[in-house]
């Protein structure tokens, strides 16, 4: 099976009204906190995502000061009709290890004012808030991306790092179609939310899938990646791609090395029994 060839066994999900590929593209890692001078080997990745089959990719204003979004305009654009570049809005980031929620309504819609100039696009897909800002009135947060919605600059909205109580919270404001929580094979917080949102057939999207690689340390993963002839990665990849319908995990890299390695995920069968082993395990 070649790489290609992996787009017709993609598994599917719905996010609101729109089909993508459960394996998405984190691009946050293309530009970091501030974008190289020259930038022909991001945009080569970014280009090889969508050659592979990749329809849902993730961003953000913050990443790169804006400069995520023109990358993967410049790279993309104009966009094939299924593509869904899903952007979030609400924190910033001063420096490199700092991030701040930044709620304030007018903010919120200037940001996303700026995320469609910069992605050349009338309508947002998918707009997240990044972060709830706790200085602010949640209802007030949620109330201007409502508004946004309102005006079709939205298509849809999601939220990012919510608890149970905070989604249903949302839910009586606006209509979330995806949740973006920390989550991986050991690492399950957010187990609850992830329950939830299948619940509900609302698409859940892990960030820090394969925990910056950390799970090449893992005995169980390393002892299955031998078994299926695969890497430890794509195990994890593939253990969230079994463990809900609703999970679309996003793997970021800046590397088209591992970028066509994490999309072949996609092929990988896992028995009921590795299954158990992982799951029971934590991936220890």
């Not at 992605?119 to 990044?130: A, G, T």
């Not at 800002?133 to 298509?155: C, H, I, M």
């Not at 609302?202 to 950390?214: K, R, S």
């Not at 593939?238 to 809900?244: E, M, T, V």
Request: negative net charge.
């Amino acid at each position: 099976m070649t790489l290609e060839s992996t787009r017709s066994v993609q598994p599917t999900m719905m996010i609101g009204d729109l089909e993508v590929h459960r394996l998405g593209f984190g691009a946050m890692r293309l530009t970091g906190f501030r974008p190289a001078e020259d930038r022909t080997e991001a945009i080569k990745v970014a280009r090889r995502a969508v050659e592979l089959g990749v329809n849902f990719i993730d961003t953000a204003d913050s990443y790169g000061v804006g400069a995520n979004e023109d990358l993967l305009a410049e790279a993309l654009y104009p966009y094939t009709d299924d593509l869904l570049i899903a952007t979030k809005v609400g924190r910033t980031r001063p420096s490199p290890s700092e991030w701040t929620p930044l709620g304030r309504p007018e903010y919120l819609r200037q940001a996303a004012e700026l995320s469609l100039r910069r992605l050349k696009v009338e309508r947002i897909d998918l707009l997240q808030l990044h972060r709830i800002d706790p200085t602010v009135p949640f209802q007030d947060q949620l109330g201007a991306l409502a508004q946004l919605q309102s005006e079709g600059k939205v298509r849809h909205l999601g939220l990012s790092e919510v608890t149970v109580e905070q989604l249903e919270e949302a839910r009586q404001v606006i209509d979330v179609v995806s949740v973006q929580n920390r989550y991986n094979l050991t690492d399950r917080e957010h187990e609850a939310v992830l329950d939830h949102c299948a619940e509900r057939s609302t698409a859940f999207v892990p960030w820090l899938p394969i925990a910056n690689g950390d799970h090449a340390s893992s005995r169980i993963l390393t002892d299955l990646a031998a078994e299926l002839e695969a890497t430890p990665a794509q195990i994890s990849l593939a253990w969230l791609l079994h463990r809900s319908p609703v999970v679309v995990p996003i793997p970021g890299t800046k590397s088209a090395e591992h970028l066509e390695e994490n999309v072949a995920a996609a092929r990988i069968q896992l028995t009921a029994e590795q299954l158990e082993r992982l799951s029971a395990a934590g991936g220890r």
